[in-house]
């Protein structure tokens, strides 16, 4: 049984959210390819404004943080809280290099 948390859990989601925007502001949309999740929001979501379609895709990045990281590490204080929020990354995303970039994200270039 998980140790009940000393931080409420509004704490807890703000702290894995400052850790999914610490991950994304250091590797940031460039780096990281979270299971196609540019082509998904691309095909549910068409936007023609290519700075639209990034901060979509930074919104939809730290609510997964937030969703995935925060249920599975069940966080009791600040500092799992805040690696909950980029713990997730290594599971469900890959790191290509800034030259190598998906279709998806080249097609309003």
Not at 29 to 56: F, I, K, S, Y
Not at 67 to 75: A, I, K, T
């Amino acid at each position: 049984m998980a140790q009940p948390s000393p931080l409420s859990h509004s704490l807890v989601l703000a702290y894995a959210a400052a850790g999914a925007m610490s991950y994304w502001a250091r590797w940031g949309r460039e780096r990281l390819r979270v299971l196609g999740l540019a082509r998904v929001l691309d095909e549910l979501v068409p936007v023609e404004n290519q700075l639209t379609a990034a901060r979509m895709e930074f919104v939809v990045f730290v609510v997964l943080g937030c969703l995935l990281g925060v249920p599975f590490v069940e966080p009791v204080n600040f500092a799992q809280s805040f690696t909950a929020g980029f713990a997730w990354v290594g599971l469900f995303t890959t790191m290509q290099e800034p030259g190598s970039l998906g279709r998806s994200r080249k097609r309003n270039e």
